[in-house]
């Protein structure tokens, strides 16, 4: 089957839906005005049940179906937040808030859950119920921990659960996905290297927390290399290094953070293990003393097997089966849809944004020409998890 129908009929309606949330982005656990708007319109669909304030500031609606004894409820989740970053796009629909940017296609994403929930609401040809979720603060926020942390899996009683994000590069009208691991771990490393300041033209009566930071530097990024499996995958990589605040003072500390990225938990482990003793060893033998602080933030994205086959059939059935990868690779990037993978059996897929700027870019854009792609997968979902 392909894109149905009455989604196709959607298509502009929901594209405006998309075009509104963008020029209005909101951060983190913010999203107060894109939950009222979500909220606004399950309300207009007829949606049994809308709970908001769930995680916060994340927003459940429940559609039942014509029949309901089948004992399954199906999850569907979109995430609702921005990037504190200026956009770009040049767009008519650009954001009106200054810093705040619709960078990675939550927009979309949320618009296209929205489109699924009118079309179910209209039709409720399946048997059982749909919860449509609405996350906030997938951005480093951990919104779908606190979702779940919340009880939501259990107040509602949801059996699997499912997620969709776009990716630029793969062409519109296809899907990709993959058994296992599909995104890496996403954990937060900070460091202080703390020495002796003083007077930069007398460095011997210092101990120089740069030079010291600098070694750590360097050692942090060759642990990867010489201690890790090369056939496991690992990135660590430090991205802010802080210290000093005149040209001619060695300051007391140096201070370092950055991110570190795993497919498996024994990887982990290791590395959180390893940076730590790199870090303490290197800063003692420059006469310094370190900390180190290691937050597990986000675990690995992980579909389990059985609901992975399920999606990739349903999104043949949509696209054609030549248009659904089965074993793209994973990738390093991080995803918080991770935790209700946890809670509940489930699948992350991708859907194609085609050649467009890439994630976290100023010129990047959700393509809408996407959104009747995304809505029929999303439908199909609950029409072949729970049929009528």
Excluded at 233 to 244: D, E, K, R, Y
Aim: aromatic share 6%; glycine share 10%.
């Amino acid at each position: 089957m392909p894109v149905l129908n009455r989604v196709a009929e959607l298509h502009d309606e929901i594209t405006g839906w998309r075009r509104e949330i963008h020029a209005n982005p909101e951060l983190q656990y913010d999203v107060h005005e894109t939950a009222a708007k979500v909220v606004g319109l399950l309300e207009e669909f007829g949606v049994d049940e809308i709970v908001p304030g769930i995680g916060k500031t994340g927003v459940v609606g429940i559609i039942n179906g014509n029949k309901n004894d089948s004992g399954k409820t199906i999850g569907l989740r979109a995430d609702m937040d921005a990037l504190p970053m200026s956009e770009e796009t040049g767009k008519e629909y650009a954001s009106q808030v200054e810093g705040k940017m619709h960078a990675c296609g939550h927009d979309g994403h949320t618009a296209m859950l929205l489109g699924a929930a009118k079309y179910l609401s209209e039709t409720r040809n399946f048997n059982g119920r749909v919860a449509v979720i609405f996350q906030p603060a997938e951005e480093g926020g951990a919104g779908g921990k606190a979702m779940v942390d919340d009880g939501m899996m259990d107040r509602f009683d949801i059996t699997e659960v499912y997620g969709m994000h776009n990716f630029p590069g793969l062409p519109v009208g296809q899907f990709a996905m993959r058994e296992g691991a599909l995104m890496a771990s996403a954990d937060e490393l900070e460091i202080v290297i703390t020495g002796k300041g003083g007077h930069a033209a007398k460095p011997h009566g210092c101990i120089d927390p740069i030079v010291a930071a600098s070694a750590c530097v360097q050692a942090i990024q060759s642990f990867a290399s010489r201690n890790m499996d090369p056939l496991h995958s690992v990135v660590v990589s430090i991205t802010q290094f802080h210290a000093g605040t005149a040209f001619n003072i060695i300051p007391q500390e140096a201070h370092l953070s950055g991110t570190v990225r795993c497919l498996n938990e024994h990887v982990r482990d290791l590395v959180e293990k390893r940076v730590s003793e790199i870090v303490q060893h290197v800063a003692i033998a420059h006469g310094c003393k370190a900390e180190v602080k290691y937050e597990r933030m986000y675990p690995t994205t992980v579909n389990h097997v059985k609901q992975v086959r399920f999606a990739g059939e349903v999104a043949k059935s949509v696209v054609g089966e030549n248009n659904v990868d089965m074993d793209t690779p994973p990738v390093m990037g991080g995803e918080d849809f991770s935790f209700m993978l946890e809670a509940r059996p489930g699948a992350f897929v991708y859907v194609g944004n085609g050649d467009s700027a890439g994630l976290h870019h100023p010129e990047y854009d959700f393509n809408d020409e996407a959104i009747p792609h995304g809505v029929s997968f999303l439908a199909e979902l609950v029409h072949k998890s729970i049929p009528a």
